[in-house]
Nanobody
């Protein structure tokens, strides 16, 4: 599956953005999807996970209650709604895919396909 992330931009603290990830390829509806982020000089961190059906969702503690991951298999899309943004959310955000099973995956090394990243900048 090929992935294309979009929707990043500059927003003030407290604001909202919605990131989108467009997938192409016949396996999308059977893939689990993750969102990760990487700030300058830091490692790539897990943000959110959603399994193939949307029935299993998991968030990093740092975004729980502020971010919402969702997917539309009919449109081959995954979304990350980000509300109450903070300056520390500033990073390049990546969507990633892997074959779905019954587990939640938070490590970047467990994902096989990656989008190119979209920059989110939150000003204070």
């Amino acid at each position: 599956v090929q992935l294309q992330a979009s929707g990043g931009g500059l927003v003030q603290a407290g604001g909202s953005l919605r990131l989108s990830c467009a997938a192409s390829g016949r396996t999308f509806s059977s893939d689990s999807m993750g969102w990760f982020r990487q700030a300058p000089g830091k490692e790539r961190d897990f943000v959110a996970f959603i399994n193939w059906s949307g029935g299993n969702i998991y968030y990093a503690d740092s975004v729980k209650g502020r971010f919402t991951i969702s997917r539309d298999n009919a449109k081959n899309m995954v979304y990350l709604q980000m509300d109450m943004l903070k300056p520390e959310d500033t990073a390049v955000y990546y969507c990633a895919a892997r074959k779905s099973d019954s587990y939640v995956y938070t490590s970047p090394s467990r994902y096989t396909n990656w989008g190119q990243g979209t920059l989110v900048t939150v000003s204070s």
